[in-house]
């Protein structure tokens, strides 16, 4: 079982350019979420997808867009990169109850 | 509204126990415990819910306090495996899925 997988694990982006995150997780989990993390700042949600076809924002959602592809993808868009976006991001499932989340091995982000 | 987590930073010797604390300003529905190596994605440890349910692992233990809205965690005996950073989640609305994280406790380990 590979869990969660995300894409890519590292990522150079000049300001203003735009690129898109992927993650997939083969659990059959219903929930799977975004995360920023950043030195001295914890985990912050972005968005979260409770089950196939539906998103929600999450606590820092601007500048970010999903797409709940089927229910095993779950995808971040960045449409105009800015430096403040340089970050690590997660991506979580869980079952549908909301219980024990699996983290991806996380895509570390820097914005020039 | 992001939970307190105390001490910032514990160092310690194997075999001794620590006690990690998360405190809410807002009533609880749930705490959710994850320990985060360096470098790599957090791993569970527990679920903490209302009314006194918890699911995790065996090694681990933890309470809840509704009433003083604060959780801690206790690592007893701890091995070198235990070296990282331990991160609450608190879910003040019902909402599981929408955690609002602390900023972590870093603890080390040392032989």
């Known amino acids: 079982n590979a869990g969660v997988t995300q894409t890519p694990k590292f990522q150079v982006l000049k300001t203003g350019q735009s690129m898109t995150l992927q993650c997939a997780q083969d659990?059959?989990?219903?929930?799977m979420y975004w995360y920023r993390q950043d030195p001295g700042m914890g985990l912050r949600l972005i968005y979260y997808?409770?089950?196939?076809?539906?998103?929600d924002k999450g606590e820092v959602p601007n500048g970010y867009n999903v797409s709940r592809l089927n229910k095993r993808e779950f995808s971040l868009r960045l449409e105009s990169a800015a430096p403040s976006q340089t970050s690590v991001y997660f991506c979580a499932s869980s079952t549908r109850s909301g219980t024990e989340a699996f983290f991806g091995q996380g895509t570390r982000l820097t914005v020039v | 509204q992001q939970p307190v987590q105390s001490p910032q930073a514990v160092i310690l010797r194997e075999g001794e126990d620590a006690v990690i604390n998360c405190s809410s300003s807002k009533a609880l529905y749930s705490v959710h415990w994850y320990r985060q190596k360096h470098g790599e994605a957090p791993v569970f440890l527990m679920i903490?819910?209302?009314g006194g349910e918890q699911k995790g692992h065996e090694k681990i233990s933890a309470s809840f306090n509704e009433k003083k809205q604060q959780s801690s965690l206790y690592l007893t005996a701890s091995q070198l495996s235990y070296s990282g950073t331990y991160f609450c989640g608190t879910d003040n609305a019902g909402n599981n899925r929408k955690l609002i994280w602390g900023l972590g406790t870093s603890l080390a380990v040392n032989p």
């Open positions: 997808s409770a089950s196939e076809g539906t998103t």
């Open positions: 659990m059959n989990h219903n929930s």
């Open positions: 903490l819910l209302k």
